[in-house]
């Protein structure tokens, strides 16, 4: 819920959200939008089995593919660990230092790690091709 409130505060709002079918994963999309739906447009959601247990080549072929032909120009994605921490980390190509120091440790549960791609589509991006915009936890939001 804490995320969703931040996430409901600081535009842009993702436009498509891709959400593993596990159970906690449902419910932790579920809470989040909860505490967001009056105050930002619904996105469209999907939810993908292959989110599940992914490693992050499988992460990295869901974003390319799963966003096509829609091609948002924000994606937001829930998933499970180890798969996803090890994504974020492999996207990294520049941007936020202390963000980056601060995801090295750990993507804890409800954590979010935004990405900019200089790309075209969805299906250009890669490894070392994102810049780490912001990285927050619920965590980091209560020490401020």
């Known amino acids: 819920a804490q995320i969703g409130d931040w996430l409901a505060t600081h ?30 447009a619904a996105p469209k959601v999907e939810v993908l089995p292959e989110l599940y247990g992914a490693d992050p ?27 996803m921490h090890e994504a974020a980390l492999m996207l990294i190509g520049g941007g936020d230092p202390a963000g980056a120091k601060a995801l090295a440790h750990n993507l ?17 991006v890669a490894y070392r091709r994102g810049k780490l915009v912001l990285f927050v ?3 980091l939001l209560r020490s401020g």
Do not use: C, Y
């Open 11 to 40: 535009p842009p709002f993702p436009k498509a959200v891709l959400v593993s079918h596990a159970v906690r994963a449902r419910q932790t999309w579920d809470i989040a939008w909860e505490t967001m739906k009056d105050r930002v």
């Open 57 to 83: 080549a499988q992460i990295l072929e869901s974003i390319r593919t799963a966003t096509a032909p829609a091609d948002p120009k924000q994606l937001l994605l829930v998933g499970h660990n180890p798969g």
């Open 108 to 124: 804890p549960t409800s954590g979010l790690a935004i990405f900019d791609f200089d790309v075209k589509d969805w299906g250009d």
């Open 137 to 139: 936890s619920p965590k």
